[in-house]
């Protein structure tokens, strides 16, 4: 019986890292996608204050920077892929443009 040699197969190829520009691009989409959720938010009623538990004025003053928080860390952890879609239209059109 002869020893049989594992199968290897070669690595796939690895992207280049993103560029500082590309970097400050994403980060630009990944923002505004926070912003948009943080709209959407706001209108579906998150952070609306009702009833005798509410918070009153107060809670009222600052439900915003609560839904800020909560669309911002939705975006980075993927939101609804609109940050995606602005980064590589972004991309596209510099390419495009033939600026960087």
Same mark, same amino acid.
């Given at each position: 019986m002869t020893p049989t040699q =594992?199968? !290897?197969?070669?690595?796939? =190829?690895? =992207?280049?890292? =993103? !560029?500082?520009h /590309?970097? /400050?691009?994403? /980060?630009?989409?990944?923002?505004? /996608?926070a912003n948009f959720l943080a709209e959407m938010l706001k209108h579906a009623g998150l952070g609306d204050t009702e009833g005798a538990f509410s918070g009153g004025v107060g809670e009222e003053q600052f439900s915003s920077f609560l839904r800020q928080e909560q669309s911002q860390l939705m975006a980075e952890a993927g939101g609804i892929g609109l940050a995606e879609t602005i980064f590589e239209a972004m991309k596209a059109r510099e390419a495009k443009n033939g600026s960087n």
């Open positions: =594992p199968i !290897t197969q070669p690595a796939p =190829p690895q =992207p280049a890292p =993103p !560029t500082q /590309e970097a /400050e691009m994403r /980060e630009a989409a990944v923002k505004l /996608e």
